[in-house]
């Protein structure tokens, strides 16, 4: 069964289960735009206030939080006090369009997925445009040293939407393309595989697809499927090993609680954290010291 922690957010986006068991969370909509800290009664402090239009959210062994989508589409790493201490605006290939997800790697670098396209690009009137699948998009993942605060190099490029990312145990860097349904991976620098084909057809008609990642211990992908209700669970084969349902249509982050005994998702249409009872145990986030 579906707990709910909190209810009343506008566009939850990316989470995280902090050391201490609180629950970091950002608010994308424009009214918010607010890095947010729950426990697990769902009581919160509001950290601070992001500006930008903050979509992802990762946080290192030293207690600071890096947030994809900052002011002008930034990536920025902000103080557990909630100041900002970096800002990286893009490559040496040009400006970031709309950082969306972020996932640190056994390397202790940053690796950031980038949509493709600029919010101005997909919104019409605050809706998605009804020709948001004929857009131009260029969706990347970029490998960041966070030490020195640069872009090392673009991992892949050309991604419909890129969204979710995360490691798996075996080390694989795994990432989502929201419009065709393909969840993608490769040995970090290597050659890109499709690992999982999440959705029958691509999402033409109505914005739906494979959003935040999370694994288990076991090597089981959860995979959040916004505009579609439900977390599937993909083995390590890229097939399909389950489903679980959500409280609404729109699931996107989802992460799981330190003691790895809960998923966590962030969902739209009700604005909304729910709690689910995780069917194994969750594979710990590395968390590298930066400092």
Known sequence: MNETITTGLRLPGG??????G?????????????LKLFDTSGAYEELCR????????AI???GCFWVAGGPENSLIKLSPQGKIRQVIEGSADGPFLHPNALAFGPDGLLYMTDSGIRLTDLLERGHIHPDFFKAAYNGCVYQIDPAEGRVIRVLAAGLLLASGIAFGPDGLLYYSETLTGKIHRQIVGGRQEMF???????????LRGPSGLAFDRSGTLYCAMTGLGEICLIDTEGMMAGHIRTIGTRPG???FTVDGKHLLVSEQEKGVIEKITAPRPGLPLHMPSIS
């Open 196 to 206: 999982a084909q999440s959705m029958r057809s691509p999402a033409v008609n109505v």
């Open 50 to 57: 992001i500006g930008g239009s903050p979509t992802g959210i």
């Open 22 to 34: 609180r629950i970091a969370l950002v608010e994308t909509d424009p009214s918010r735009r607010y």
């Open 253 to 255: 982050g989802i992460a």
């Open 15 to 20: 989470l995280v289960a902090l050391p201490d």
């Open 60 to 62: 290192d062994g030293d």
